[in-house]
Every structure is written in structure tokens, then in C-alpha cells.
């Protein structure tokens, strides 16, 4: 059976889209240059192309339009009917036929100017001339435009229409609005169809399907109907008239008996009363809905009166189709979308009435007689009275039960989730399902890090004999290790030791740092003489003590040195109190008195030292060591101001930096530098 | 949750910390800090500088081939968990983290030693050369042995007996 497919509709461009497309396609696919000074066969042979070419391309696109769109009168009844309910026969009818005429005229106009281009004897009147045609074409074009939208908005409407195949089994669920048809719809089929509480929620039909013995059937959901005269109907009950008027197929009345709809019972049979022409020859089946507000049993006596009347109409169709004794359940039933109470029940009893109806009619017809002939099912022949029922091993039952009870008892995660407190309350335990060597282990947390290192990096079966490798290895090297250690100790030095060579070091250290001092001095800045002495640094104590950190006794040097260090004045204090007794500077007070008197008797008293004579001392040897050391002495210094105190002739600076020299801007000249 | 390796100096980069930088070719860079990040982005070699992990490996600095290196290594197949395993695992680490860090150092040590020998005989030639700064010849006859000689207190004596005169 062919499906009526709308989807296959090529798109139908409006006014100027298609004048645009054309022409465009008309500059690209023809030869675009021609110049004046060409052959004037050419220059008509080339505008007469294009002429022709335009036209050609108006003729194909219009004759897809009008091939495409279907004819109303060729196809199937009910699509005819639909199409005339949603489109308007008439109306359709026209824009088609306008599109035919546009093609004819543009036909016409192409002949003409091909005609009148064969004569034009120059470039410019060729050109106008093509322009002129072209031009003609597109009026034409843009003089149909309105039926063109039109025609396009047709299109997409009629592609979204449901694929109903109006040959094959077919169910047609209707009934007063809200009474639960699409409900039912969302049922037993995979439709997903708006169930809304207001009326008119379905504005169209829609298909479903579903399957029963084997065969697929088609479910047509109708938006609801009202009790209006025919004429009243507007375009949407419309739709479910034709649907019903002209489709073969069991016919499901629903009846709202709690009346939640808005419409009494005595309304709805009304209706039924007045479209039950519309019932003859199909198998009619009076579904009860909503039987969860209201059971058939509770409803009221009159409204009792109109549901076996309405029952009785029914029972007339499927008497009228065959003389079989028919049941009466077939006939009434009753249902609850809501509680999904008799759903299927209704599903099963309309689609056998539908499936002996078809099969009927097929048997009365005569081409049943050639499939029948093909058909033959063999059954073995019984050989005797005994019963051979087919054969289920016990343990494949007793399986199938444990199945089936287990499948009820297990409980979902989810169910434990909600008895446990919820979502926030309650966190599933992942680790339930852990297949664990020793079942206690599930719960265990292990660490995934240690010290720095991944534990999972670590983790092997036999590590422990590796560890104990390991070991054994770190223990031999450790006994080599201490081996190779005895060798180094003997040569470090002892504590003493370490201690003289950190006191060498201090010295030496002590001495570089003097001797810089002295070698950045000696340029420039004037240094104190060593007799002046002002921080009293060359004492007999220090000598002292730094003799005798050396390891030598002192006290002899000391004394001498203090001896010979003693001016005039210490030695006559010395010469009068001679009377202590003092050994040790015997000698010496001797000789100092002796060299005093002699002097003193000899030159007057303020006469000092001659120049030349130097006495023995300072730590010197005797005059020979002392004079070579004044000798370096003198030669190392060069003469400068080493008494340290400034005379006229240092040259003194008061200000550093005058004030006049360093600021203000000159009067000529730049100031780069100063 | 793993600890990485920095790519620049190989330190371990503990999570929330560092970079991870994934190349074109869907190589994988982890840095630990922005300042290893910098080093890379400016196209430092770590093998050339000198604080990385890899020079120091590559010059010999720090152990490189070592049995302890191999118990570490990245498992990609997940064992079941077995908490005796467990246990033996997180104790092993422990012992084999001390022997390697022993190791290390030995090494560190050996590498040094020849330094240590030769700046203790400099030491002693020092020390030798130089005693004459702090004791002087006369001790040095007295006291072979080379350290410092012991202070005599004769010179806080003498000088108190110097001292009287003067003063009078």
C-alpha cells in the first residue's frame, strides 16, 4: 500500500527568491561577454541563448511545483478530503492553475522575443530586446507571488501531516472533548500526545501504533468533537469527521461517565446519536473512561437508559456484519487511564473486532480465493485419543519461578536511598558488591600516598621476598662501608690540632688584613707615628701577653724593655731611692747614673741627645739591628706630613661644595658639567 | 589521586599544587611551582641547570642506578586489594624509602671523599708550615707536638712587681 508521504515536496521559493535564482543562474551559466564588434549571428545567437535558457529554467521549476503538489482528485479519499477540510479544495485548486498559466505565458514570451531577436541587426537592440523578455518573464513571476507563498505554506503544512496508510488496520479513537482519548493514545502506544485539562489539547490528528497477534495497528487519535450541526463544524472538528467518514477502521467511542469533562452523559449520546451515521459498516466499540471517579454501576437511571441505548446501536453494527453470536462484553467496556484499569482489555477486544472484520470481507471478496489456495497448515494426524502436551523440564519451571520471586524481592539501591533518609541524608556504599578474598576487607581504607611516594606504584605479590633481598644486599654493603671508614681516620687531625691551625689561620688572616690596611694607607692619608702612641696599643703588658701566647716567658723582656724605655726623669728618681736595694736594675742604674754624671758635669743641662746616637731597644738587638731598621724605616716612607697635624701649606678646601658653583642656571653657555 | 613528578626538577608535585601543561601531541608536562613552569616556557634545558634533579643525575652528583629504584614503579593494572598485601606494602615502603635514602648519602659521601682527603693534608701541611705564627721556636723546642702552647702565668706576677715602683 502506498504511504502517503508529503515530505517529498521540493520547497516552493517565493516571488523574488525564484526570479533571483533564475536570473543568477542564467548570468553564470551563459556566456557573459560579448563585445560590438562581433559577427551579428553571434550577437543574436547569443542574447537569443539567453532568452531561451531563462525560459527553460522557468518551465522545469514551475513543472516540479505543479507535479509535486498532489492532485485531490487522484489520491485517496480521505487525504482528498483532509486536504480540502484543512486547504480549501477551491483555493488550492486555483493557485495551481495559476502557476500552470505563468509557465504557458512565460512559454509564450520566450517564442515572441526569439522571434523579434532573430531580426535584430545590432548589439544594443539585441540587448534591449533580451532585457525586455526577461523582464516580461519576471512580471509574470512576480504577478503570482501570492499564490506561490500560498502554495508554500501549503507545503509545509502538508508535510507535517501524519503518515496515516488509509488501507491497513486502522483504530479511530473520538469521543466529546477531554474525555481521555489521547490518554488512552499515550497508553498503548509510543505517541507522546499533549494530555492537557483544557479542551481541544488535540488540534489534529495523530498516528500511533501498536501491535497485537503479530500485526501492527494503526491508533488515530481525533481532537474531540462537539454537538454542533454539521455546518457549524469548524476546521478542526472537521478533521476528525473525514477521519471517521472515510477511513475503514474499528471506531472507539469514548464516553466520559463521571463527567469531568464538562459534558453530561446526555450530551455525549447526543452526539452519539447524531454522527452514528458515520458508524455504519465499522466495527463500533463504547469504552467508558474514567471508571476510577465513576463506576458504570453508580451512574444514575436515566443516564443508565442512554448508555444501554447507545449499547444497542452498537450491537446493531456487529450484528449488521456477520450473523456470529456475539458476546456482549465486546461491545460496552469500561477503563480507567489513570489506574491503566481495562486499557488493555479495550485494546485486545477492538483490535479482534477489527482484525474478523477485515478478515470477513476479505473472505467474501474474490481474491481471497488465489491466497487461499497457497495456504495449507499441516498438522500432524492424531494417532490416537492421547493427549501430548509439550514438555517443560522441572528444573527449567522451578528456575523460572526462582527468577521471578527474586526479581520481586531485590531491592533497588534507590528504595534503600529512600528508607534510609534520602538523597542528603543517606550515601550508598559502593563497596558493598566488592568480590574480595576475605569479605571483611571491604571496608578498609587504604592510603594511597606514603611519605611522598604512590603506595599503588609500590604494591607487588612478592614483595616481600624482594624486601628481604633488599636487606640482606644494604647489610653486606653497610659491613663493606665501615671497612673502607677505618682507612680515612688516621689522618685527621686532633683537637689541639684543629685548634693551632684555626688560631694559624686567625694570624694569618689578621695579618693580610693589616697589611691592606697599611698598603691603602700608605698614599694617602698621614698616619700617627708609633711613639706618639695615642691608643697606648705598645705597652709592656701587651707585649706580655702576646709573648706568652707564644709559648715564651716574658718577664724578662719585659723588665728591659721597661728599663730602656725609662726617660731621664725615671732614671735620677731611680738613682735616689738607690737605697731599696733592687737587684735586678743594679747594673743598669749604674751605668745611667754614670753616663748622667758624666754628662752633666761635662755640657750644660739642656743640651739633648747628639743626632746620630741611637739606643738599643724597642725590641731591637742592639744599635746595628736598630740603625738598619730606621734605614728601612726611612726608605719605605716617602716624606710626606706623617707628623699627622696640618700646616699652612696643606692645602685646605673650606667648602666642598659652594653653593654658587653647583646650582643656577647660566646666563650664556650650557651647563653640561660642574 | 597521584603524585607526579615535576618535569623540570623533579621534585613531587602533591595535589592542588603546580601546573599541568598538555602539549599538541598530547604529551603531559607537570611543574611544580610557576618558577619550574618559567623554566620551561623560556626553553631552559634541565639537564643544563643546575639545581634540577637531572643534572645532578647526569653529572654524577646524586645515585642513579640503584635496586631500590625498581620497586617503584607506575602499575597500570589495578591489583585486587588484599589487606595483608596492604600492610606488607605500607611497611616495605618505610625500610626501602631508609635504605635508599642511605645509599644517597653514601654516595654523596664518596664522591666527596677525595676532597676531604686532600684539604686534611693541606690541612696538616698548613699546620706545619705555619706553627711558627702561634708558638714560637723556643716552645716549638720545648714541646714538639704541633699546638698551641700552654699560657705561663709568670707575666701577670712580674707585673705587679714592675708596677710598685712607678708608682711611688
Known amino acids: 500500500m502506498v504511504q502517503y508521504n508529503f515530505k517529498k515536496i521540493t520547497v516552493v521559493p ?47 521549476k514551475l513543472s516540479t511545483i505543479i507535479d509535486e503538489f498532489p492532485r485531490l482528485d487522484d489520491i485517496h479519499p480521505f487525504y482528498g478530503d483532509l486536504l480540502h477540510v484543512l486547504y480549501n479544495k477551491d483555493h488550492y485548486k486555483l493557485a495551481l492553475g495559476q502557476i500552470n498559466t505563468a509557465r504557458n505565458l512565460i512559454s509564450k514570451i520566450a517564442k515572441d522575443y526569439v522571434k523579434l531577436l532573430k531580426y535584430g541587426d545590432s548589439l544594443y537592440r539585441c540587448k534591449s530586446l533580451k532585457v525586455a523578455a526577461l523582464g516580461r518573464m519576471c512580471t509574470v513571476i512576480k504577478r503570482i507571488g501570492p499564490s506561490l507563498a500560498y502554495l508554500e505554506q501549503i507545503r509545509q503544512h502538508m508535510a507535517r501531516l501524519p503518515s496515516i496508510d488509509p488501507n491497513t488496520r486502522t483504530m479511530l479513537i473520538c469521543g466529546y472533548p477531554n474525555v481521555g482519548k489521547s490518554s488512552f493514545m499515550n497508553k498503548i502506544t509510543r505517541a507522546d500526545v499533549d494530555v492537557q485539562p483544557y479542551a481541544f489539547t488535540t488540534k489534529s490528528l495523530f498516528v500511533g501504533h501498536t501491535d497485537y497477534k503479530y500485526l501492527r495497528y494503526q491508533v488515530i487519535d481525533t481532537p474531540g468533537i462537539l454537538d454542533r450541526p454539521f455546518e457549524d463544524r469548524n476546521i478542526i472538528e472537521m478533521c476528525s469527521i473525514t477521519a471517521l467518514a472515510h477511513l475503514r477502521a474499528a471506531v472507539l467511542f469514548f464516553l466520559d461517565i463521571s463527567g469531568s469533562c464538562g459534558y453530561s452523559i446526555a450530551q455525549q449520546a447526543a452526539l452519539f446519536h447524531s454522527i452514528k451515521s458515520l458508524f455504519m459498516n ?57 489506574t491503566e484499569d481495562g486499557v488493555i482489555a479495550v485494546k485486545n477486544a477492538a483490535c479482534e473486532r477489527l482484525l474478523n472484520q477485515r478478515v470477513e470481507l476479505k473472505m467474501k471478496s474474490k481474491k481471497i480465493n488465489d491466497c487461499l489456495n497457497r495456504f495449507h497448515v499441516a498438522l500432524p494426524k492424531a494417532r490416537d485419543q492421547k493427549e501430548r502436551p509439550a514438555c517443560i523440564p522441572q528444573a527449567v519451571l522451578e528456575a523460572k519461578a526462582k527468577q521471578a520471586a527474586e526479581k520481586e524481592k531485590r531491592k533497588t539501591e534507590k528504595e534503600l536511598e529512600d528508607e534510609n533518609g534520602g538523597a542528603g541524608v543517606y550515601s550508598a556504599s559502593l563497596r558493598k558488591n566488592y568480590i574480595l578474598a576475605n569479605d571483611e576487607w571491604k571496608e578498609d581504607t587504604m592510603p594511597e600516598i606514603l611519605d611522598g611516594h604512590n603506595v599503588y606504584d609500590f604494591i607487588d605479590p612478592d614483595i616481600l621476598l624482594r624486601l628481604e633481598e633488599l636487606e640482606r644486599e644494604e647489610g653486606l654493603r653497610q659491613a663493606e662501608e665501615e671497612g673502607d671508614d677505618f682507612e680515612m681516620d688516621g689522618q685527621e687531625l686532633s683537637l689541639e690540632e684543629q685548634e693551632a691551625l684555626a688560631e694559624i689561620r686567625k694570624k694569618k688572616s689578621l695579618l693580610i688584613q693589616q697589611h691592606r690596611m697599611k698598603k691603602s694607607t700608605a698614599e694617602s692619608r698621614p698616619v700617627v707615628p708609633r711613639k706618639f702612641d695615642t691608643d697606648r696599643k705598645f705597652t709592656t703588658r701587651r707585649m706580655g701577653r702576646q709573648l706568652s701566647s707564644l709559648g715564651l716567658d716574658p718577664s724578662l723582656a719585659i723588665s728591659r724593655a721597661r728599663s730602656k724605655s725609662r726617660g731621664r726623669k725615671r732614671e735620677r728618681s731611680v738613682d735616689k731611692r738607690e737605697g731599696d736595694g733592687r737587684d735586678a736594675m743594679d747594673i743598669d742604674d749604674n751605668q745611667a747614673s754614670k753616663k748622667l754624671r758624666l754628662r752633666s758635669t761635662s755640657r750644660s743641662r739642656s743640651l739633648s741627645r747628639p743626632p746620630g746616637e741611637v739606643i738599643p731597644g724597642e725590641g731591637l738587638k742592639d744599635s746595628a739591628q736598630k740603625i738598619k731598621a730606621i734605614k728601612l724605616a726611612k726608605k719605605s716612607v716617602l716624606k710626606r706630613n706623617k707628623n699627622a697635624r696640618r700646616g699652612e701649606a696643606d692645602r685646605v678646601i673650606p667648602t666642598l661644595k659652594p653653593k654658587h658653583l653647583f646650582s643656577g642656571k647660566r646666563s650664556i653657555g650650557k651647563t653640561q658639567r660642574r | 589521586m597521584r603524585l607526579e613528578k615535576c618535569w623540570f626538577c623533579s621534585s613531587t608535585v602533591y595535589p592542588g599544587h603546580g601546573i599541568q601543561f598538555v602539549r599538541n601531541d598530547a604529551k603531559i608536562f607537570h611543574f611544580c611551582r610557576s618558577k619550574c613552569h618559567k623554566n620551561f616556557k623560556m626553553k631552559r634545558n634541565p639537564r643544563k641547570v643546575k639545581w634540577t634533579k637531572a643534572y645532578r643525575r647526569l653529572h654524577g652528583k646524586d645515585m642513579t642506578q640503584d635496586s631500590t629504584f625498581e620497586f617503584e614503579r607506575k602499575r597500570n593494572r589495578p591489583e585486587r586489594y588484599d589487606r595483608n598485601l596492604a600492610e606488607n606494602t605500607l611497611k616495605a615502603i618505610k625500610k626501602i624509602d631508609k635504605i635508599r635514602s642511605d645509599r644517597a648519602s653514601d654516595h654523596i659521601k664518596n664522591r666527596l671523599k677525595t676532597g676531604k682527603v686532600q684539604r686534611q693534608k693541606e690541612a696538616r701541611k698548613q699546620l706545619e708550615l705555619g706553627i711558627h705564627l702561634v708558638k714560637a721556636p723556643l716552645a716549638l723546642a720545648q714541646d714538639s707536638s704541633l699546638c698551641l702552647p700552654k699560657i705561663k702565668d709568670n707575666v701577670s706576677q712580674a707585673q705587679t712587681e714592675e708596677n710598685q715602683p712607678m708608682e711611688e
Open chain 1, 282 to 338: 465499522k466495527p463500533l466499540i463504547i469504552v467508558c473512561n474514567k471508571t476510577d471517579l465513576q463506576p458504570l454501576d453508580g451512574i444514575s437511571e436515566e443516564d443508565r437508559k442512554l448508555v444501554m441505548e447507545m449499547k444497542t446501536e452498537a450491537m446493531k453494527t456487529v450484528i449488521g456484519q456477520g450473523g456470529e453470536p456475539t458476546n456482549e462484553e465486546g461491545v460496552l467496556l469500561t477503563m480507567s487511564t489513570l
Open chain 1, 14 to 60: 517565493n516571488g523574488k527568491d525564484f526570479i533571483d535564482i533564475i536570473l543568477s543562474r542564467t548570468q553564470r551559466q551563459t556566456p557573459t561577454v560579448v563585445h560590438k564588434g562581433y559577427a551579428i549571428s553571434r550577437l543574436r545567437q547569443f542574447y537569443m541563448r539567453k532568452v531561451k535558457y531563462t525560459q527553460q529554467n522557468f518551465h522545469e
